[in-house]
């Protein structure tokens, strides 16, 4: 029988803005942060955001899935926070940065993963197995 994969949390500091319970809330948060663009396509882009407060650093990772029939295209976003050495890593490799490292870093910690889909928004928190669409 297989062990329960076991999830080492990645030790951030308790910030109010950035890593409360409520998933929503960091989101909102989220989107006042100051960033730099890694990739931006028409579909995907990929950011490395820190948040104002306590300087926690975040990669945030966007696609769009286009519906061709139906109109309501839906949206991806996962957010996971990063060390200060991993986010200088990839920004240093900028529109070449590796999705599959990025996985790699969400398999030990929690992100915040932000769905729309048919017309509806789920927000939460995620423990693991994180995986990037690319379009």
Request: proline share 3%; net charge negative.
């Amino acid at each position: 029988m297989d062990e329960p994969k076991k999830i080492h949390y990645l030790k951030i500091e308790d910030c109010s803005r950035c890593t409360g319970a409520d998933p929503k809330q960091m989101y909102e948060a989220l989107l006042n942060f100051s960033g730099v663009e890694l990739i931006f396509e028409s579909h995907f882009s990929v950011h490395v955001f820190m948040c104002s407060d306590c300087t926690q650093r975040w990669i945030c990772v966007w696609t769009e899935i286009i519906e061709w029939e139906g109109g309501h295209d839906s949206l991806y976003t996962s957010i996971l926070p990063v060390t200060d050495p991993e986010a200088e890593e990839l920004i240093a490799q900028r529109n070449e940065v590796s999705m599959n490292k990025v996985e790699e870093l969400g398999q030990s910690r929690r992100w915040l993963q932000r769905d729309y889909c048919n017309g509806e928004i789920r927000v939460r928190w995620m423990d693991g197995d994180l995986r990037i669409l690319e379009v």
